[in-house]
């Protein structure tokens, strides 16, 4: 029974890694799907908090070391993203919830949903990031080979790098700072954006800030806090 849940969180997480930079391409995508993903990735949302209850209903209790309360941190902060993401999403519905009509200025909305839309997104890499290890211990099990131990050593940490490099120009090429810092509530696409170049860059972006933290969390555990 434990083996069927922790396979079913790995499969939820799986879906949510995937299905981000995909949510973050509403303008390549369409509002109508756009919006039908945010509920289903909502719903996954929700199920990756019921299967992980005991942590949550153990959150006031036991001593925060340093690593539980980045861990706590990044999960509250990513929570309320969420739920400003739903209320401002139900607002600007067109299709799926259009019929709600919340009384909310849509332009103070639109602002908020796209500033909170990259701050989810940045917030949900790093969580993913802080949970890398497994994937490594993963690789690093499969390459216990003595002719694969220089591709143990090596390729993660190459490849690594390549991406988080990727990530930084593509984040600067987005010019993400000004959706984070409520400068602007629409997504620009010019043509040097080929769809395919434009989830690459989600996707490099994504790499990027899960790197940092999968490193920031590493430097916590190698301080034994």
């Given at each position: 029974?434990?083996?069927?849940?922790?396979?079913?969180?790995?499969?939820?997480?799986?879906?949510?890694?995937?299905?981000?930079?995909?949510?973050?391409?509403?303008?390549?995508?369409?509002?109508?799907?756009h919006e039908?993903?945010?509920?289903?990735?909502?719903?996954?949302?929700?199920?990756?908090?019921v299967l992980n209850r005991k942590w949550l209903a153990g959150i006031f209790r036991g001593k925060y070391s340093r690593?539980?309360?980045?861990?706590?941190?990044?999960?509250?902060?990513?929570?309320?993203?969420?739920?400003?993401?739903?209320?401002?999403g139900i607002s600007m519905s067109g299709y799926v919830l259009a019929s709600l009509n919340l009384p909310l200025s849509r332009m103070v909305v639109r602002v908020l949903h796209i500033?909170?839309?990259w701050w989810g997104f940045i917030?949900?890499?790093?969580?993913?990031?802080?949970h890398w290890g497994r994937a490594v211990k993963a690789f690093a099990d499969f390459c216990k080979k003595d002719r694969l131990k220089r591709i143990r050593k090596y390729l993660p940490k190459v490849v690594c790098v390549a991406l988080a490099f990727l990530g930084i120009i593509s984040a600067a090429r987005l010019e993400i700072w000004n959706y984070l810092f409520f400068r602007t509530g629409f997504a620009y696409f010019t043509d040097a954006h080929a769809p395919l170049l434009y989830l690459g860059?989600?996707?490099?972006?994504m790499i990027f800030f899960a790197a940092l933290g999968y490193y920031y969390m590493m430097i916590l555990k190698k301080g034994k806090c």
């Open positions: 029974m434990q083996g069927k849940r922790q396979k079913l969180k790995i499969a939820v997480d799986a879906v949510l890694a995937a299905a981000m930079p995909i949510l973050m391409a509403e303008i390549l995508t369409g509002q109508e799907f039908w993903l945010g509920i289903g990735i909502t719903a996954c949302f929700i199920l990756h908090h690593v539980r309360i980045a861990l706590t941190a990044v999960n509250a902060l990513l929570f309320v993203c969420i739920i400003v993401l739903c209320l401002s500033s909170f839309a917030l949900m890499s790093v969580d993913l990031g802080f860059e989600m996707l490099s972006t």
